[in-house]
């Protein structure tokens, strides 16, 4: 089975009073970085995975955190890793 490379990306939407701590946690979920949005509450996310399944879990896992109204894919891309020689 081939290897792939998934690219996504995510609005999260917060509670404002909560921002600081789901920052901490997203930075805490492996293959997550945070691209602005704390002065509004909308939390520009990209996730970097190795399979769909972990897209998912990775989703749910920052829509399940204290503070988070919605957690929103906005882009998804794939695409096989090319093993070097």
């Not at 990306?9 to 293959?31: D, K």
Request: aromatic content about 2%.
């Amino acid at each position: 089975m081939s290897r792939e490379c998934h690219i996504s990306s995510l609005v999260v939407h917060s509670r404002p009073e909560r921002i600081p701590a789901i920052i901490e946690r997203i930075a805490g979920v492996e293959g997550a970085e945070i691209h602005g949005g704390q002065e509004t509450g909308k939390l520009i996310v990209t996730l970097e995975t190795e399979t769909e399944n972990q897209v998912v879990e990775r989703i749910n896992a920052i829509q399940l955190l204290d503070g988070v109204l919605a957690a929103t894919l906005v882009f998804h891309h794939f695409e096989p890793v090319q093993e070097r020689e």
